[in-house]
């Protein structure tokens, strides 16, 4: 009888220590309650599938940006751009190209119905160097605002001529004289043009001369008067020869230039000439005088 009344205290110790516990985890998820969800925070995204564009200087860069707008209600978002000093920069639909818009409107939690172009323009004068340029494009509505960083990478157009000054392909020389002609290089391209050399190829015993020998640099759309001294050898018959002009420059060449050049005998030789005819003709008159007495 002491045994059973043993087992029954030891069984009822046992559930008294298991029960409490037993109702603490039952009333567990009981305490755990879900509150309820918030409104989502209100938020604009930007989705900008080529954020760096590159164009020569002096022309346009174009960007698309796509928005994704998370909130409760319709809101008009304002559309700015900072740009570098001087640069332009406006926004149009993307199939709109006509048409500049300041602002969109965008309902909660949607994407845009189609891409944002952004255009921006680098100034034509002063032209920028060659590099990359950063534009921040922004969206603000109230207190709900975002921005994203856009790069225009300007490169350079290369372009250089080599013109006479008279416009003139032919020139006049004597043999054995300094003769003068003058060109011009001129630097079409978007960025300077540095250490250009003026050479020339012409007949065996000719000489040549640039002043200036050499450029170091020339700016864009500028250009400089070179003077050509030509000197065909003194032995050089009477006729019409052809002198190549060149200009090499490290980031550009012009195009190469023939120059007919007349050569005429130097006017010593051509008195030289009249008086051996005048000689001639009056030995001539004192013989023919002579026989006719006779």
Not at 10 to 20: D, E, K, S
Not at 237 to 264: C, K, P
């Amino acid at each position: 009888m002491k045994m059973v009344r043993l087992v029954s205290c030891f069984v009822l110790l046992c559930l008294l220590a298991i029960v409490p516990a037993s109702v603490v985890l039952a009333q567990e998820p009981a305490l755990i309650s879900e509150e309820p969800e918030g409104e989502p925070a209100e938020k604009i995204e930007f989705d900008v599938p080529y954020p760096s564009v590159e164009s020569i200087a002096g022309g346009n860069f174009e960007f698309e940006v796509e928005f994704r707008y998370t909130g409760v209600e319709d809101r008009d978002f304002e559309l700015n751009t900072i740009a570098p000093t001087g640069w332009e920069a406006y926004m149009t639909p993307k199939y709109e190209k006509e048409k500049k818009i300041k602002s969109i409107n965008i309902k909660p939690t949607t994407t845009f119905s189609e891409p944002i172009r952004v255009v921006v323009s680098a100034p034509f004068w002063p032209l920028p160097d060659p590099g990359e340029y950063e534009i921040t494009f922004e969206a603000t509505s109230g207190d709900i605002t975002n921005s994203t960083k856009l790069t225009a990478a300007v490169t350079a157009r290369y372009a250089m001529q080599l013109i006479p000054v008279t416009e003139r392909y032919n020139t006049k020389a004597t043999a054995g004289e300094d003769n003068s002609y003058q060109v011009e290089v001129v630097n079409a391209s978007t960025a300077p043009v540095d250490n250009i050399k003026l050479e020339a190829v012409n007949p065996d015993g000719w000489e040549i001369e640039f002043t200036p020998e050499k450029i170091e640099s020339l700016p864009a759309f500028d250009k400089q008067t070179v003077d050509v001294n030509i000197q065909p050898s003194s032995k050089t018959i009477a006729g019409d020869y052809l002198i190549n002009l060149s200009a090499r420059g490290e980031q550009a060449s012009a195009q190469e230039i023939d120059v007919r050049v007349t050569v005429e005998t130097p006017t010593i030789w051509g008195w030289v000439g009249i008086i051996i005819i005048v000689i001639v003709i009056a030995g001539l008159v004192v013989i023919f005088m002579r026989f006719s007495r006779r």
